[in-house]
């Protein structure tokens, strides 16, 4: 995932680059971006109605994936 990945990197590397305060912003910035990715991406399907032919078969396929 491209935001958490970012975020990671600048937690790790503040205090060992730059400005500290700048890394940790930067890394605010990337889990705020991701939070609101989130929480649209969860609007937009509570607002969706799915034909119960896909809903069943989201779900088998869900379950076939967490038998691996």
């Known amino acids: ?4 990945g970012n ?3 600048y937690i790790c590397r503040a205090g060992h680059k730059d400005d ?6 930067k890394a605010i910035h990337y889990l705020t971006n991701e939070r609101d990715y ?3 991406e969860s609007k937009r ?7 119960r032919e ?6 088998i396929d869900a ?3 967490t038998d691996i």
Request: charged share 20%.
């Open 38 to 40: 989130l929480l649209e």
């Open 20 to 25: 500290t305060i700048d890394d940790l912003n």
């Open 1 to 4: 995932n491209y935001h958490l």
């Open 63 to 65: 379950q076939y994936s």
């Open 54 to 59: 896909l809903y069943d078969e989201i779900l």
């Open 45 to 51: 399907i509570q607002g969706c109605v799915l034909p």
């Open 7 to 9: 975020a990671i990197k």
